[in-house]
């Protein structure tokens, strides 16, 4: 193989985009079946793995968006994936609930993806939106209200 292929494998594995589409396929796929043993009835001790994974590639996919800030944390987006690592971890606990809960999560899941970026990038803590640059949804911040974060390499934004 050239090197320039090697550089272009090189690169995507060094891509944060590329791993955040990963674990976000492998945390879908573990979550699918999470909720799809619990609607046909497999016994909760069959679907431990699917529940592990499932948190495990969800705290995974919280540090891949995190990067080097702790901004996410406290911003919309953070907000929601903490609340539904919250309802994961009461699942094994809850017993008849299960499946309930795991609904509350896709819903959780869904709103928290597909909120508008002036909630997802709202900071609790800042009480103002604070924008990143490789964020979705993040172009249509009116300027004001785009505030660069302070991670590393979070240079100024491209109009």
């Known amino acids: 193989m050239a090197w320039h292929a090697w550089a272009a494998v090189i690169e995507l594995f060094a891509s944060v985009r590329a791993w955040n589409i990963a674990v976000r396929t492998a945390h879908i796929a573990a979550s699918g079946v999470l909720l799809g043993g619990h609607a046909f009835g ?27 800030s702790l901004v996410w944390f406290h911003q919309g987006r953070g907000l929601a994936t903490l609340a539904k690592l919250a309802v994961l971890l009461a699942v094994p606990l809850c017993g008849s609930w299960r499946f309930g809960l795991l609904l509350v999560v896709v ?9 508008p970026a002036r909630f997802r990038y709202y900071s609790v803590l800042c009480r103002r939106v604070i924008a990143s640059r490789e964020g979705p949804g993040t172009a249509g911040l009116k300027e004001r209200e785009a505030v660069p974060d302070e991670s590393p390499g979070s240079g100024p934004r491209e109009a």
């Open 107 to 115: 819903v959780l899941a869904s709103v928290g993806s597909h909120m």
């Open 42 to 68: 497999l016994p909760a001790e069959r679907l431990q793995a699917a529940l592990f994974w499932t948190v495990g590639t969800g705290i995974a996919l919280g540090l891949v968006e995190s990067g080097a």
